[in-house]
T-cell receptor, first 115, second 110 residues
Framework: EPEVTQTPSHQVTQMGQEVILRCVPI?????FYWYRQILGQKVEFLVS????????KSEIFDDQFSVERPDGSNFTLKIRSTKLEDSAMYFC?????????????FGSGTRLTVV | QKEVEQNSGPLSVPEGAIASLNCTYS??????FFWYRQYSGKSPELIMS????GDKEDGRFTAQLNKASQYVSLLIRDSQPSDSATYLC??????????FGPGTRLSVLP
């Protein structure tokens, strides 16, 4: 069964450093998303991406964050100047169509630990 | 602010019983509703979607939707210990992104 692949599975970084989280969505999917889940809290929307541009973003997704689709397969989330409160599971997801009609397929996540 | 509410639990049921999980949402314009299962430390996994008022059955799972009451539920029949997980209700407001509820932790006791 097709799956969304995320790397690395675990990333430890020092406060103030930049990290790049990588995702390979399912090949025929057109919509891509990043969500995060702080330990013990709910899954929160960060950003959606379609047709090589951001289609929607939450108030969490400020200038510290950026997304990119550098080639035909990868979808990345860059976090600049990481803070302790950025520690969370970051999930990439993709869907064949817009979310209102299609469920998302989530990747296995990247656990980001900022120390 | 679009809200999705769930009882956090834990909801404990004996093996073989019916587990009933509930979700309410604030956006009357929502048209589709999803249930995800999340095992501890893992990513959410889609169980079911429902779009129309009434019941939708898939194996041991039944989703129930009442748009007038802004209420969606998930019933799990013949609950198994492997069903022990957190169940997330997801409701996309008009647009693309999902709003997830906080999840209900289900514990099925052998």
């Amino acid at each position: 069964e097709p799956e969304v692949t995320q790397t690395p599975s675990h990333q430890v970084t020092q406060m103030g450093q930049e990290v790049i989280l990588r995702c390979v969505p399912i090949s025929n999917h057109l919509y891509f998303y990043w969500y995060r889940q702080i330990l013990g809290q709910k899954v929160e929307f960060l950003v959606s991406f379609y047709n090589n541009e951001i289609s929607e973003k939450s108030e969490i997704f400020d200038d510290q964050f950026s997304v990119e689709r550098p080639d035909g397969s990868n979808f990345t989330l860059k976090i600049r100047s990481t803070k302790l409160e950025d520690s969370a599971m970051y999930f990439c997801a993709s869907s064949e169509g817009a979310g209102v009609s299609y469920g998302y397929t989530f990747g296995s996540g990247t656990r980001l630990t900022v120390v | 602010q679009k809200e999705v509410e769930q009882n956090s639990g834990p909801l404990s049921v004996p093996e073989g019983a019916i587990a009933s999980l509930n979700c309410t949402y604030s956006d009357r314009g929502s048209q589709s509703f999803f249930w995800y299962r999340q095992y501890s430390g893992k990513s959410p996994e889609l169980i079911m979607s429902i779009y129309s008022n009434g019941d939708k059955e898939d194996g041991r799972f039944t989703a129930q939707l009442n748009k007038a009451s802004q209420y969606v539920s998930l019933l799990i029949r013949d609950s198994q210990p492997s069903d022990s997980a957190t169940y997330l209700c997801a409701v996309p407001p008009y647009g693309q992104n999902f709003v997830f509820g906080p999840g209900t932790r289900l514990s099925v006791l052998p």
